[in-house]
């Protein structure tokens, strides 16, 4: 059955750094979407990709973040200069055609980043 | 915009025993979906059971099963038979067939099964 992968599994890096989280959606698929669950809290909607420009971003990514799919294949979330509260796991999701066919979004296994 | 509400942060339910996480959403769109997602330790986010809104049958995977009520806009999961598999965190989530089709979800409900 296909899959989300995203890699790593889990990152750790030091405050101010660039960090890289890696994606590679479904491979017929066409949205793809970043979502942040901070520990304990609820899945968050970060930002969303079709089409090879975002669609729509939350507040929450800022200038510091942002989204590339470089090879048709990988779709990436960057983060520029990482902060303490960047801590969080990271979701890749991705989804097929829009409309009434579409019904549900596949999500990764997720990237748990720690911030130190 | 949409909204969506777990009030019980945390459920406990005996093995074997029957329990039913609730979720309200709001939202002015008439056609929708709506899904119920299981949490592990792992962090995974792995689908429990969807509904279409335009379904009037409610949905059932299993064990699984759901309530859901389109004019009051509610929509309970239900796990009858509880296995301590079943310990995890639910997140109710609803997605727009409009737009980004974004997922807009709950705080979750931490389900504890007793041995």
């Known amino acids: 059955e296909p899959e989300v992968t995203q890699t790593p599994s889990h990152q750790v890096t030091q405050m101010g750094q660039e960090v890289i989280l890696r994606c590679v959606p479904i491979s017929n698929h066409l949205y793809f979407y970043w979502y942040r669950q901070i520990l304990g809290q609820k899945v968050e909607f970060l930002v969303s990709f079709y089409n090879n420009e975002i669609s729509e971003k939350s507040e929450i990514f800022d200038d510091q973040f942002s989204v590339e799919r470089p090879d048709g294949s990988n779709f990436t979330l960057k983060i520029r200069s990482t902060k303490l509260e960047d801590s969080a796991m990271y979701f890749c999701a991705s989804s097929d055609v829009g409309g009434p066919m579409n019904t549900e979004a596949f999500f990764g296994q997720g990237t748990r980043l720690t911030v130190v | 915009a949409q909204t969506v509400t777990q009030s019980q942060p945390e459920m406990s339910v005996q093995e074997a025993e029957t329990v039913t996480l609730s979720c309200t959403y709001d939202t002015s769109e008439s056609d929708y979906y709506l899904f119920w997602y299981k949490q592990p330790p792992s962090r995974q986010m792995i689908l429990v059971i969807r509904?279409?809104?335009?379904?009037?049958q409610n949905a059932t995977e299993n064990r699984f099963s759901v309530n859901f009520q389109k004019a009051a806009k509610s929509f309970s999961l239900k796990i009858s038979d509880s296995q301590l598999g079943d310990a995890a965190m639910y997140f109710c989530a609803y997605r727009s067939p409009l737009g980004t089709y974004k997922y807009i979800f709950g705080t979750g409900t931490r389900l504890k099964v007793l041995a």
């Open positions: 509904q279409e809104a335009y379904k009037q």
